[in-house]
């Protein structure tokens, strides 16, 4: 039996601590927060459970039904046609089906034929390899033409990168297009999952199979150092206790790996330190009325400064319309520092004229959601910049969302990623 210590209950922590556990191994998992679940955890929105930040399941996230099966709640998984639409020039436009590109006034003919054919094939390919070398930008231009990178896509990347809007890589964007377009009932339908009672449903029930097992959970109790001793790890301290171990798993953002683990070798100190991330303040509206019937609506307006909607109610059936509003954007930002009343009356403002019909009286509730490491910038071959898994300090694995490239931060990626570091341990 290994002594195993998990830094982090989020997804890929708690997959990772169920999969060391069910293997017959002796698991502490700590994390700082009062609840398990990460990112993926609920909140009370005035007696309504929901994500703090917004989920959603595609066809192709095989992880996720495999663990669900497995926990038992495989019966729990939903489906929903959806669609997703274009605010651009004081005007809605669906998006997404062949139907919607042939109509989509903003396009010509052959703009049209050339983004239809690069999305189809990117959905078909198997790996983007050839495109890594390639800017996210790069490959739009050569594909579907500067015209249409500038008209659809510029717009959205500066709001959610700024600075890095055109170091965004080719694999990343490429990799998103083909996940989103395989999750379809049909040609012409979109189709996108939930987790029947959110995705605390899978939380809970990975705590409950963790502790059932004799997993030990430890909330509240931040990790404070990875210990060592001749080149190995052999503990952790957290929350001011020592948990000692034969095998660490930290699942912690990277831009705190080098105070967490000071006896690693400078030189991997320094690549986890040039991993750049962007930070999000959510907001999650409770509103009297829909704004749309599209549960995605990408905004490409001059003078409006999000990248777009989530209307999660028109996924996930909710006693009333539920929104999230992110506000991507590197901590460094002016912007960052604005009080919550300030993004709360800016993205309620952006949300009526997304839907006139919509006043000051149809607003129950907003809450807001802040996470300083929401979003890895991955650039061009990326890849070569993320340290292995497996440090230079024996017993002791490194990952987090950045690991999950080319794909992007998900419940399927957590799933996959945390079981395969408790996989090796021996």
């Given at each position: 039996m290994t002594?195993v210590?998990?830094?982090g209950?989020?997804?890929?922590g708690l ?6 556990v069910r293997r017959?191994?002796?698991?502490d ?10 990112m993926?955890?609920h909140?009370d929105?005035?007696?309504v ?5 917004y ?7 095989a992880p ?6 497995e926990l038992?709640?495989g019966?729990?998984?939903r ?17 997404g089906?062949?139907?919607s ?5 903003h396009?010509?003919?052959v703009?049209k ?9 990117a959905?078909k390919?198997?790996?983007f390899a ?9 490959w739009?231009?050569?594909?579907s033409?500067k015209?249409v990178?500038?008209?659809m ?5 500066e709001?959610?990168?700024?600075e890095?809007a055109d170091h965004v890589?080719?694999s ?14 049909s040609?012409?339908?979109e ?20 502790m059932a097992?004799?997993g030990?959970l430890?909330?509240a109790t931040?990790?404070e150092?990875?210990l060592?001793a001749d ?11 020592e948990?000692p171990?034969?095998?660490?798993i930290?699942t912690?953002?990277t831009?705190l ?10 030189a991997?100190k320094?690549r ?5 991330n962007?930070g999000v ?7 009297r009325?829909?704004v749309?019937?599209?549960f995605?609506?990408?905004i ?9 909607i989530?209307e999660?109610s028109?996924?996930?059936p909710l006693?009333?319309?539920m ?13 960052w520092?604005s ?9 309620f ?7 006139p019909a ?7 509730d907003?809450?807001?959601g802040?996470?300083r490491?929401?979003?890895p910038?991955?650039?061009p071959?990326?890849q070569?910049?993320?340290?292995p ?6 017993g002791?694995?490194i990952a987090?969302?950045c690991?999950y490239?080319p794909?992007d931060?998900?419940?399927a ?5 945390g079981?395969?570091?408790a996989?090796?341990?021996?």
């Amino acid at each position: 039996m290994t002594r195993v210590v998990v830094i982090g209950a989020g997804l890929m922590g708690l997959a990772a601590a169920w999969e060391a556990v069910r293997r017959g191994h002796s698991v502490d998992l700590v994390e700082a927060d009062v609840h398990a679940g990460g990112m993926a955890a609920h909140f009370d929105f005035d007696g309504v459970s929901i994500e703090r930040f917004y989920h959603f399941v595609c066809k192709s996230d095989a992880p996720t039904f495999e663990m669900m099966a497995e926990l038992g709640i495989g019966d729990k998984m939903r489906w929903r046609d959806t669609s997703m639409a274009y605010r651009m020039a004081g005007a809605l436009h669906k998006w997404g089906d062949p139907v919607s590109l042939l109509t989509f006034p903003h396009l010509t003919l052959v703009e049209k034929f050339r983004t239809g054919l690069q999305m189809f094939l990117a959905t078909k390919a198997r790996s983007f390899a050839s495109i890594e070398h390639l800017t996210s930008r790069q490959w739009i231009e050569r594909g579907s033409g500067k015209a249409v990178y500038a008209k659809m896509w510029k717009r959205l990347q500066e709001l959610k990168f700024y600075e890095y809007a055109d170091h965004v890589s080719a694999s990343w964007i490429a990799t998103r297009v083909r996940r989103i377009g395989n999750s379809r009932r049909s040609l012409f339908h979109e189709q996108l999952g939930y987790i029947e009672g959110g995705s605390q449903t899978l939380v809970d029930a990975l705590v409950s199979a963790f502790m059932a097992k004799g997993g030990r959970l430890h909330l509240a109790t931040p990790a404070e150092q990875v210990l060592t001793a001749d080149g190995r790890v052999t503990g952790v301290r957290a929350g001011g206790k020592e948990f000692p171990a034969d095998a660490v798993i930290s699942t912690v953002p990277t831009p705190l790996i080098s105070t967490l683990v000071p006896a690693l070798p400078e030189a991997d100190k320094n690549r986890y330190d040039a991993i750049e991330n962007i930070g999000v303040v959510c907001l999650l509206f409770k509103l009297r009325k829909s704004v749309s019937p599209h549960f995605w609506i990408n905004i490409v307006e001059p003078d409006i400064e999000i990248p777009g909607i989530i209307e999660f109610s028109n996924l996930r059936p909710l006693p009333q319309t539920m929104v999230y509003v992110p506000y991507y954007m590197p901590v460094t930002h002016p912007k960052w520092s604005s009080p919550d009343a300030a993004f709360t009356a800016e993205a309620f403002g952006y949300i009526k004229r997304l839907n006139p019909a919509i006043t000051d009286d149809d607003l129950i509730d907003a809450k807001v959601g802040r996470l300083r490491y929401a979003q890895p910038v991955c650039g061009p071959n990326f890849q070569q910049m993320i340290p292995p898994v497996q440090t230079a300090l024996a017993g002791l694995q490194i990952a987090d969302t950045c690991y999950y490239y080319p794909e992007d931060r998900g419940i399927a990626e957590s799933i996959r990623l945390g079981r395969a570091m408790a996989q090796v341990i021996r």
